[in-house]
């Protein structure tokens, strides 16, 4: 736990799985002095003062802001203009604005043009969820030794970065820059195209007259029982990720279908050692995953997925 808050005043817009891991890391380890909420959502707003995530409620997201060190923005990315309209009179010169959206280059374009000269946007993405939603589902650890990827725009003052990075630090992720074009590329090959893949395969095993549901539900193995899991993920967050980074997701979308139309060719053309020789291959990726510390060997047969587990909703 910090010995003095990093943050004097945070203000939370969004108070779902994001916003309210963000709100209990930030309390768990002491990163701010005083919290506000808000949520476009009544319910969920009293939800989020029932399970006591903040300090302050708020349903105007404007009085929220108003007098906060650090902004973040939790809200599905199609909403960042909307939001950043919202709030952009009512913040203090010196405040810094973030978002944790998984597609940057849309936000910057949506929220940079609605903010005012004298506060400092620094666009963000903690690479952590699950596939559940809502105030309920935060927890204080999500971020623990996962990825938090600032894209801050060029002419961003240092010392603003390192406050966010120190506050992301808190709240146990580790920190990498790289530009908004950067981000929506590489995250649409590590999360936005399994995503696709994910609802993709679940859609066509629901659609295959042949196999009844029972059939699919009962005889799940661990690669589609994995995809049911991303599978469930919020709805109207992935329809904003794929309208909003459309430009990377068809780019590796192209490449990942002629990479598919090949290993076709070579199941109808039983070319065994090309194949051998992909799965050969992608096997380093997983060891690779496991080395860098963000998933382990241990099997996961029948395992329960609990909320702790992994980055299914990222």
Known sequence: MADTPIIDRLALIGIGL????????????????????SSR?????????????????????????????????????????????????????????????SVKTSVVRQMAPELPDGVHFIPAHPVAGTEYSGPDAGF??????????????????????????????GCGADIEIMSAEHHDLVLAVTSHIPHLIAYNIVGTADDLEAVTETEVMKFSAGGFRDFTRIAASDPTMWRDVFLHNKEAVLEVLGRFTEDLFALQRSIRWGEGDELFELFSRTRSIRRGIIEAGQETEAPDFGRPHGKSDGDPAE
Not at 18 to 37: C, D, E, V
Not at 145 to 161: D, F, S, V
């Open 18 to 37: 994001i916003g309210s891991s963000i709100a209990r890391a930030a309390k768990a380890n002491g990163l701010a002095g005083h919290i506000a909420i």
């Open 41 to 101: 959502t009544a319910a969920t707003l009293a939800r989020a003062e029932e399970l006591g995530l903040g300090d302050s409620y708020h349903e105007d997201a404007g009085e929220a802001v108003k007098d906060a060190d650090l902004v973040i923005v939790s809200v599905p990315v199609g909403a960042s203009g909307a939001v950043a309209a919202a709030i952009g009179p009512h913040l203090k010169p010196g405040a810094i604005v973030s978002d944790a959206g």
């Open 140 to 169: 204080a650890d999500l971020f623990e030794n996962r990825w938090c990827i600032l894209t801050p725009l060029p002419g961003t003052e240092a010392q603003a970065i390192e406050r966010l990075s120190a506050f992301w630090r």
